[in-house]
């Protein structure tokens, strides 16, 4: 166990439709980032949040969007689904930024399966 | 610009011979290097991260790795393989002094036969 939590575990939903995904770090980690894992793109970057503030952004898509709360959990949203966003979400946590290596901890992840 | 390639979508190997997954990565900047393994329908855990300190890093379950940095090499090595060494391996790098992105290989898939 990673001490990063991740609901739901799973998630069906419709086409054209909204949804949030929610992270929990592990404690006293700043550091959220978020990844989409499919079998044709495999493990992609979506974005990283540091303390509340948004530090770099990957592929993701303009109707996905992300933040990261002052108690530090973070949401991904997406909306207006498509069949390919069904993927494996990953959460990642680590408790700084810089000064060398930094090891990111992962949650068991979100499976979304848009119908 | 980083990248990663990880140069082998599948690898098979008897149980109890050695592991050689090999991983090739770019960097603009001073890498921090890490493999982690993905079990089915598991998240991701850290097997090992490469800190500088030394060229070989050990890491857990027996797993080794060895920085070359003429070749920009980074391959993941075991002695021996065991039936649950059976997963998805990643090879990571991201930058050593941000640290804000990361970037993933498209993994190796290890089966191991008994």
């Known amino acids: 166990d990673s001490g990063v939590t991740q609901t739901p575990k799973h998630l069906i939903t419709a086409t054209g439709q909204r949804v949030t995904l929610r992270c929990s770090p592990r404690s006293g980690d700043l550091s959220v980032y978020w990844y989409q894992q499919s079998l044709d793109q495999g493990l992609q970057f979506l974005i990283h949040y540091y303390n509340g503030e948004e530090r770099a952004k990957g592929n993701i898509l303009e109707r996905f969007s992300a933040q990261q709360f002052p108690d530090l959990h973070s949401e991904l949203n997406l909306s207006s689904l498509e069949l390919g966003d069904s993927a494996l979400y990953f959460c990642?946590?680590?408790?700084?930024?810089?000064?060398?290596?930094?090891?990111?901890?992962f949650g068991p992840g979100t499976r979304l399966t848009v119908l | 610009a980083q990248s990663v390639t990880q140069l082998d979508s599948h690898v098979s190997v008897s149980e109890g011979t050695p592991v050689l997954l090999r991983c090739n990565y770019s960097s603009s900047y001073s890498p921090s290097l890490f493999w982690y393994v993905q079990h089915p329908n598991k998240g991701l855990q850290l097997l090992l991260k490469y800190t500088s300190a030394a060229t070989l890093v050990k890491g857990i379950n027996g797993f080794e790795a060895e920085f070359k940095k003429s070749e920009t090499s980074f391959h993941l090595t075991k002695p021996s393989a065991h039936m649950s060494d059976a997963a998805e391996y990643f090879c990571?790098?991201?930058?050593?002094?941000?640290?804000?992105?990361?970037?993933f290989g498209t993994g190796t898939s290890l089966t191991v036969i008994p």
């Open positions: 990642a946590s680590s408790p700084r930024v810089g000064g060398g290596p930094i090891e990111q901890f």
């Open positions: 990571v790098v991201s930058d050593a002094n941000t640290g804000n992105q990361f970037y």
